[in-house]
């Protein structure tokens, strides 16, 4: 059953999230941007799950952070490592794909399980969603780009799951 609180809340959680993550990835290296908006993702997501009455233990909560990191990353380097200007849509999709398929994946491993067709359709949403981000006509792509997929994201997993008693 969907519950629009859980989805509403979670959804405002990634914009908070995408606003950090941007603000962080400003003051940061090459390096250390490849990590830090997935370590903010993680623990703004864990802080609410733990927050909102989920037996989430506190080893899997830290997990969730490591593998939200590492998706992110992963997400990261792929659209570094494919991005070739005639193909730049390309690139940015299969980066968003390849980091939602890691992070939902993670989610389903750490937090709860979601079913497998909640997953493929986040995975294709998380592309999208980066798609959509670095083609909106504007000078900050970054700020786009953290803003809309982590909130697009947080916001599927509040509609993928079903709220706790």
Known sequence: MFHYRLFVFLAFTGFLSGLASFY????????QAAYVPGV?????LALFFLAWRYKLYL???CAWIVFST???HLAYWTAVSFYYEPLRNF?????????????LLSFSLTIERL??????????????LALVAVELPNDAALL????????????????ALKEKP
């Not at 903010?40 to 703004?44: K, P, V």
């Not at 079913?115 to 999208?128: E, S, V, Y």
């Not at 953290?146 to 509609?159: D, K, N, P, S, V």
């Open 24 to 31: 962080a990835a400003q003051t940061q290296t090459t390096g």
């Open 40 to 44: 903010i993702f993680g623990i703004a």
């Open 59 to 61: 080893a899997f909560a």
């Open 70 to 72: 590492l998706s992110y």
């Open 91 to 103: 690139s940015f999709f299969i980066a968003g794909c390849i980091g939602a398929f890691a992070m």
């Open 115 to 128: 079913q497998f067709g909640r997953l493929l359709i986040g995975t294709l949403l998380g592309g999208g």
């Open 144 to 159: 786009n780009l953290f803003l809309i997929w982590q909130t697009g994201m947080a916001a599927f997993i509040g509609w």
